[in-house]
């Protein structure tokens, strides 16, 4: 089993910046690609940004392109989003996923966090 937790989540007034921080924890034997996804109030659940295990490629929804900046730390088994200029339609619930082999079922899967809200006051 793998248990992925975010945080940083929180309240910020528009041009302000967060960081968002998702560590994964488990049997894990290697650990994929991870990305970000957010879900806004009456919203689809759009992709944010992911990245490679090797942190070489990453992708980013136009709508952050500029302004977020995903990273990793595979020897913590955590991935990061740092975003800044933040604006009111950033506001939604943020989930972390991982891409995960187990030491004991090797198949891929994907695991999900929780969810952290961000808010963004205008």
């Known amino acids: 089993q793998v248990q992925l937790v975010e945080s940083g989540g929180g309240l910020v007034q528009a041009g302000g910046s967060l960081r968002l921080s998702c560590s994964a924890s488990?049997?894990?034997?290697?650990?994929?690609?991870m990305g970000w996804y957010r879900q806004a109030p009456g919203k689809e659940r759009e992709l944010v940004t992911n990245?490679?295990?090797?942190?070489?490629?990453?992708n980013y929804a136009d709508s952050v392109k500029g302004r977020f900046t995903i990273s990793r730390d595979n020897a913590k088994n955590t991935v990061y989003l740092e975003m800044n200029s933040l604006k009111p339609e950033d506001t939604a619930v943020y989930y972390c996923?991982?891409?995960?082999?187990?030491?004991?079922?090797?198949?891929?899967?994907?695991?999900w966090g929780p969810g952290t809200q961000v808010t963004v006051s205008s």
């Open positions: 996923t991982a891409d995960v082999q187990l030491r004991t079922y090797m198949r891929l899967n994907r695991y």
């Open positions: 488990g049997s894990i034997f290697s650990i994929y690609t």
């Open positions: 990245i490679t295990r090797s942190g070489r490629s990453t």
